[in-house]
Structures are given as structure tokens and as C-alpha cells.
């Protein structure tokens, strides 16, 4: 009866494991579309947020990247798929996190791209995972938090270009 | 009696003669001045000389060493003061006087500059002296003005504010505009409004985007201005929220290289010239100072006003991942975003690719974080630019630390070479071409050198490629 146990048991877990492997198919890839998504709104309404909060014209652009933003936390959150998303997201930043390490850039706050900053000052892909996992799971928030926030980031939360020592002689 | 009278004839006419034998050291003794010992003088002349641009036909402000004195200032210790030509100020409620300071130390001279002062409402000439004693002060009494360095070849060092005594953050500053520039910035034409005295308002562009329109106001223009004339303006900006809500004009004078400057009002006092004399214009800007000249106006500057707002004035052609038409990242087979190796900025722009491998991060090897300056040579301040020549915009950290904020390529001179136009990108957007100083403030000052823990950098360095 024990051995049937032990059987069922690895059984099982051989059951999830597929179910996680199973992710990496079309699966996994609308899961990132999603993930995407959500930068680009974060992204997209961190910047607006820099502007005069009394001007119409951007709380209108404002309000509706908000709304956008939000409802793509929700989806992602509080969704029916809100398990897979958490699956992934611990695949993501445990088993596959050499593969993402490697994409710079992934920034999902503002950043001024008339400065020369370079890109592994910014979030790696596989942070950007761990700070969706972080945010809304982890910490149960209702938002990305800022890098500030965030233990693991806190280091690139004002990135700056890198000066120069003066070679010239005047 | 006659002989009475005849002597006391002589005792007048010889105190006379001494009065007028020593008026200048009576003028120190009144004014609490001290003469200036003949080596040390030397040693003013012959640093003045080291520091002065060589170029001959640069036009300079040329000291009047026969009127030196010295005096202690509070924070700057003893200074040797010469007084420097003025031209007329036709705004009768403004003063401007300006002299050469240098600094005395260890019997010789440590450092130097041209040191400006505007009243305004506040009459400089009869407050020179405790204005001296205190320009370096944050609080001169009852001042309200400027005070305004440049280095001895003109160059703006630094401006501070003053109202009412008190050190202020207003954004006031003196600005040389050629007649013909300021004709081209109202579309070409230039109505009789502005001239007689009168205010003229003229609407410009919206600021950045969530500022409303400002309104520039030019005051007290007078009529008959030839185009070659320049006006110097003492210019206010004021700011809410980040943005610019108005620009006053003050008319303050005017030189004219080809006729007799016809500034009608008070001297400022000191050896003044008029206004189409040899003495450059206030404000600076006498001297070839860095390629370019002040521009008119700077409606890139004012809409760029933060880097969130670039994105609703430029196209951004290549993003750093390929995306679609909507803006959704296009992905590989495993559902990963795929870099845009195509993206690239201002400094490959200018000066094309960087071999160092520390200047980029693959695979964006169009993204240059540092330009390749190697085939090109520094152009120094003194010569003429040409179209095709590059120009390096810096920031300043420590006086030996920097970054360089942006790049550009020369596509238009004026017939005395100065840059009038460049072709730059913002960042990875779309090309834009624009005067070399209508720049987003955070690729740095507008002026062509700031100071540094008390060292003058430049802001803008022109190239040229070697043959």
C-alpha cells in the first residue's frame, strides 16, 4: 500500500512537471505576449505620469494607459490563467533563468533614451520576471513596484550615463 | 592790492593745478581705493596676455589699465580692479558697468576675470565700489540686478540674481540678437509695434507638451534699426510647473558695426562709447565663443523640456526589440523578444561606428555610448566652422570628469563661420537638424562654458576630420 502510495505520488509529480514542460510550447509563448504587454503599458503610463497632472490633454492619454495597465495586472493577477502565469514566472526566474539573464534592457519604468544609458544598467529579462513575481504574487501588490522598492533592483533604480576622466590637457 | 589780488591768483590757480595734478589719488582717497604698485600691474598685463585668445580679429574688451586700483573684496580676498569700455544703456531704468577683476596673490596674480553688473532700478555706477567689495556675497544691500562673469575673453563664466539685496533664482539673463535673426524669428517681417518704445507681444509655439503657449514680450525697441545691428536684451523667463509661462525682452542697448549706434538715453558712466562704437555688446558674445552664436530662439529646447516628451515630437523608427505596426514586440520561436540591431543614436550618427568593444553591447552595435573621435581633430575656439565638421555636447561632473551627452553633424554656417545649423539624432530617434544650441537642456548649457570647481570647461566641442 506504501509502495502503491509512493507510486501515485511520483506519478503525480511526473504529472505537473509535464504540465510545467508543457508551458514551453504556444502555451508559454502567449504567456510572455502577455508579460510584454504589460511592460510596454508600464512603460508607457510611467511616462505620462511625468507629466503636469494638470493638463487635459495627458490625464486623457493617462487615465486610458491606466485603465490598460490595470486591467492587465488583473488579467494577469487575478485571472483564469493566474496559475500558469505564477508557474512560469517560478520556472522563469529558478530553472530557465540562464536563458533570460542574457536579454538586456528590460526596462519597465520610463527611462530617458535621449541619454546614453547603457543597457545592463537597465533590468535583465529575467528581472523584469522576478519583479512581476515579486510584485504581484510575492508581495501581492497591484502594481509593478518601482526598483527603488525592490531589494534585488535597488541597484539599478537611477541608472546614469558612466562619466569619463578627462584625457585632454586644456 | 594788486599784488594781493595777483597772489591770490596764484594760490587758486596752483591749487588748481594740484586738484587736477592729483584728482586720481583725491578720487582713491574719497572712494577709499589704493594705487597699484607698477610690478604687480606687470604681472596683471602679462597674465591677461597669456590668457587671451590669439586670434586678431576676434573683437575683445580691452582693459583700461590707466584707471587700476585695488581693492579687498569680503569673500575674494585683495583685487586689482580695471575698468573696461562701456556703451550706452538706453533703458533709463538700468545701469551696466563692467571691469576687469583679477585676483592678488603672493604679490602677483592668481586668476582674473570680467565682472559685469546690471541694476536694475539700482544705479551701479554710484555703488561700484561696495558692489566690488561684495559680488561674490549672497546678499549686496538693496541690490536688485545682475552680476554677471565671463573669463577675459568674454566668455560667460557665470550670472547671479539679486532683488532687493537678496540672491534670487530668477531666470534672467543678458542676450546679443542680431536684428536679422529676430527678423527671421517673426516670419521675416518686422511690424512697426515693435519699434518707438512700444511692447510688442508675439505668440510662439507650445512649450512641452501638458505647457500651454508663452508669450515673448519685447519692450522699449527703438525704430531705424539697421539688420546688421545687434540688440542686447536683458531676458527673464518664468516657469510654473516646469513650464514656460512668458519672456520678457528689456531693451537694454544696441551696436551697430556700419553705422552710429543711435541709443538715445543714459551712459552707463565709466569710458563709454556709443552704441556703434569698438567696445563689444554687453552680455558677452564680443569674443568667437565656441563655433555658434545665441540663437534667436530654441524651439526644440523649449518643447524637449523632459526626456518623457521626446516621443510625442519624434519618430522613433527603430526601438531595441523588433516590433510590429502596433507596437508589440515580434518574437522568435521560443516566444522571446529579438533585439533591433538597426537601432542606433546621435554619436553613431555623427561619427559612425566605435571599434571598442566597451563603447557598445552586443548586439546593438550601432548604439555607441562613446563617440570614435580618433579621425578627427579638436577645432579650438578661435576658428571658423566649416559644413560637414562634427560638434560633442558635454556634461561636466568634476572639472576632470565628464560625459558626452550628445552628437551632431554641421550642415550650415553663417558667412563668418559660426554653426547656424546641425543635423543630430535625440536619442534613437529620427534625424532632426536644429541650431547647435537647440538642444534639450539635459545634453547641457547653453553657453559655451560652464564652471567647475572654479575651472572653466566647455560645453560644445567642434571636430573636423583629418585629411
Not at chain 1, 527611462?111 to 508581495?139: G, W
Not at chain 2, 533703458?91 to 585676483?103: E, G, H, L, P
Not at chain 2, 523667463?237 to 525682452?249: F, L, R, V
Request: aromatic fraction near 10%; charge should be negative.
Amino acid at each position: 500500500m506504501k509502495t502503491l502510495h509512493r507510486h501515485l505520488l511520483v506519478l503525480m509529480l511526473l504529472g505537473l512537471s509535464t504540465h510545467v514542460k508543457g508551458q514551453t510550447s504556444q502555451e508559454v509563448i502567449n504567456i510572455k505576449k502577455e508579460l510584454y504587454t504589460l511592460r510596454n503599458y508600464s512603460v508607457a503610463f510611467d511616462r505620462l505620469e511625468r507629466f503636469p497632472k494638470n493638463n487635459s490633454t495627458y490625464k486623457v492619454k493617462k487615465d486610458s494607459i491606466e485603465e490598460l495597465y490595470r486591467d492587465q495586472i488583473y488579467k494577469i493577477k487575478h485571472g483564469p490563467q493566474r496559475s500558469q502565469f505564477l508557474s512560469f514566472l517560478n520556472t522563469a526566474v529558478e530553472k530557465d533563468s540562464a536563458q533570460y539573464r542574457a536579454f538586456l534592457g528590460f526596462n519597465y519604468t520610463y527611462i530617458d533614451e535621449t541619454q546614453s544609458i547603457r543597457r545592463s544598467m537597465l533590468p535583465t529579462l529575467l528581472e523584469y520576471f522576478n519583479v512581476v513575481k515579486y510584485s504581484l504574487f510575492d508581495q501581492d501588490k497591484e502594481e509593478l513596484l518601482p526598483p527603488d522598492d525592490i531589494p534585488f533592483l535597488r541597484h539599478k533604480a537611477n541608472p546614469k550615463p558612466k562619466p569619463k576622466l578627462m584625457m585632454r590637457t586644456n | 592790492m594788486k599784488q594781493t589780488s595777483l597772489a591770490i591768483l596764484v594760490v587758486i590757480s596752483g591749487l588748481c593745478l594740484l586738484v587736477f595734478a592729483c584728482r586720481k589719488e583725491l578720487d582713491y582717497l574719497i572712494h577709499d581705493r589704493e594705487r597699484v604698485a607698477p610690478d604687480v600691474m606687470e604681472s596683471a598685463q602679462v597674465w591677461y596676455l597669456q590668457q587671451l585668445n590669439p586670434d586678431p580679429s576676434i573683437p575683445r574688451l580691452v582693459p583700461t589699465w590707466k584707471d587700476t586700483w585695488s581693492t579687498v573684496s569680503i569673500d575674494h580676498g585683495k583685487l586689482l580692479v580695471v575698468p573696461a569700455p562701456e556703451n550706452y544703456v538706453a533703458a533709463k531704468d538700468m545701469t551696466v558697468r563692467r571691469f576687469f577683476v583679477f585676483k592678488m596673490a603672493g604679490g602677483g596674480i592668481s586668476g582674473g576675470r570680467i565682472v559685469e553688473f546690471v541694476g536694475e532700478g539700482y544705479d551701479v555706477s554710484s555703488n561700484i565700489d561696495r558692489l566690488l567689495e561684495l559680488y561674490r556675497s549672497n546678499a549686496i544691500p538693496d541690490f536688485t540686478g545682475l552680476v554677471l562673469e565671463y573669463d577675459v575673453n568674454y566668455e560667460p563664466l557665470s550670472k547671479r540674481s539679486f532683488t532687493d539685496g537678496k540672491k534670487d533664482s530668477r531666470d534672467i539673463e543678458l542676450v546679443n540678437v542680431p536684428v536679422l535673426d529676430w527678423k527671421e524669428s517673426l516670419g521675416g517681417i518686422l511690424p512697426e509695434i515693435q519699434f518707438g518704445e512700444k511692447t510688442m507681444s508675439k505668440e510662439v509655439h507650445a512649450s512641452a507638451l501638458g505647457c500651454n503657449p508663452y508669450e515673448e514680450i519685447y519692450n522699449g525697441v527703438p525704430s531705424g534699426l539697421a539688420e546688421d545691428c545687434v540688440i542686447t536684451f536683458s531676458v527673464t523667463t518664468n516657469s510654473y510647473n516646469g513650464c514656460i509661462t512668458k519672456k520678457t525682452y528689456n531693451y537694454l542697448s544696441h551696436s551697430c558695426p556700419s553705422h552710429e549706434g543711435s541709443g538715445s538715453g543714459s551712459n552707463s558712466g565709466g569710458s563709454g562709447s556709443a552704441g556703434g562704437g569698438d567696445a563689444p555688446p554687453y552680455g558677452g558674445g564680443g569674443q568667437r565663443s565656441a563655433g555658434d552664436k545665441q540663437p534667436a530662439s530654441t524651439p526644440w529646447r523649449d518643447i524637449l523640456v523632459d526626456g518623457a516628451s521626446f516621443k510625442d515630437h519624434l519618430e522613433l523608427v527603430n526601438n531595441w526589440f523588433l516590433e510590429d505596426e502596433y507596437g508589440n514586440n515580434i518574437l522568435d520561436e521560443n516566444g522571446n523578444p529579438i533585439p533591433n540591431t538597426e537601432i542606433s543614436n546621435c554619436h553613431y550618427y555623427a561619427f559612425g561606428p566605435n571599434s571598442d568593444p566597451n563603447s557598445y553591447e552586443v548586439p546593438w552595435i550601432k548604439y555607441v555610448n562613446s563617440p570614435n573621435r580618433s579621425n578627427y581633430t579638436e577645432l579650438n575656439l578661435s576658428e571658423q566652422i566649416q559644413v560637414g565638421d562634427r560638434v560633442c555636447y558635454f556634461i561636466w561632473i568634476t572639472e576632470n570628469t565628464y560625459t558626452i551627452t550628445h552628437s551632431g553633424i554641421v550642415t550650415e554656417v553663417d558667412s563668418q563661420g559660426y554653426a547656424t545649423k546641425v543635423s543630430s539624432k535625440f536619442g534613437p530617434y529620427e534625424p532632426v537638424e536644429h541650431h547647435p544650441r537647440d538642444v534639450p537642456a539635459s545634453y547641457g548649457s547653453m553657453e559655451p562654458t560652464v564652471l567647475i570647481d572654479d575651472t572653466t570647461r566647455p560645453s560644445r566641442i567642434y571636430y573636423r576630420k583629418y585629411n
